[in-house]
Every structure is written in structure tokens, then in C-alpha cells.
């Protein structure tokens, strides 16, 4: 049974950074998506960030780019996502997704079967 566990969110001035973790467990894919989505009050989820394989492939939200590091540790099955230089519009319940398949549009919701329940992340001015 694949179980995502988010951890690292907290309440920040603009700024400042974050690391937010996800602690991937029964999850056995290296060749398959794995992402950061956020879902702001009254918003549509939407990716953040995601990585593909063994982290050759890497993929950004233009909001967020420049900003924003996603990492992947295969090792100890963990996703990481480095977070500099937030923003108010940040805030958002940040989730951990990975797919259950190669393939698939890394910003599509679809393409991930295995969610984790999110961290908070607010961002004060």
C-alpha cells in the first residue's frame, strides 16, 4: 500500500523558505511522475513542480520558477520540494502526488494516482 506523508509546511514572512518533504512509503516507481500540486482557498489544484525518473526531467509552474527547487532522493524514497524567496500568493495547501505509471502530462491531476493530505504553507506580507 503506497502512503504519501507531507511534512515541512509552516507560516513564513515574504521572503523567507521552506523545504517541504514527502515521505513516499510502498512506493516502488523510479520511471514514473512525481510532483508538488498546491490548492489555494476557492482555487483549482494546480502543479507546482514535478520530476520524472531519476531526475533527469524537471518541470516548474511559470509562478514559481527561479524560486523553487523539486528534488528526488530514489534511496530513501523521498521528494523534496526547496522553497526560496516566498511570496504571499504562495500560501496554498501544498500536496505530494506520484503516479502509478510512466507517462502522462506532469501538470494533469490524472496523471497521478497516489496523493498525500498536504501541508500548509502560508506566506504573510
Known amino acids: 500500500q503506497v502512503q504519501l506523508v507531507e511534512s515541512g509546511g509552516g507560516s513564513v514572512q515574504a521572503g523567507g523558505s521552506l523545504r517541504l518533504s514527502c515521505a513516499a512509503s510502498?512506493?516502488?516507481?523510479?520511471?514514473?511522475?512525481m510532483g508538488w500540486f498546491r490548492q489555494a482557498p476557492g482555487v483549482e489544484r494546480e502543479a507546482v513542480a514535478a520530476i520524472y525518473a531519476g531526475g533527469g526531467i524537471v518541470y516548474y509552474a511559470d509562478s514559481v520558477k527561479g524560486r523553487f527547487t523539486i528534488s528526488r532522493d530514489n534511496a530513501k524514497n523521498r521528494l523534496y520540494l526547496q522553497m526560496n524567496n516566498l511570496k504571499p500568493e504562495d500560501t496554498a495547501m501544498y500536496y505530494c502526488?506520484?503516479?502509478?505509471?510512466?507517462?502522462?502530462?506532469?501538470?494533469?491531476?490524472?496523471?497521478?494516482?497516489?496523493w498525500g493530505q498536504g501541508t500548509q504553507v502560508t506566506v504573510s506580507s
Open positions: 510502498g512506493y516502488t516507481s523510479s520511471s514514473a511522475w
Open positions: 502526488a506520484a503516479a502509478g505509471t510512466s507517462g502522462g502530462s506532469w501538470r494533469a491531476l490524472a496523471t497521478y494516482k497516489y
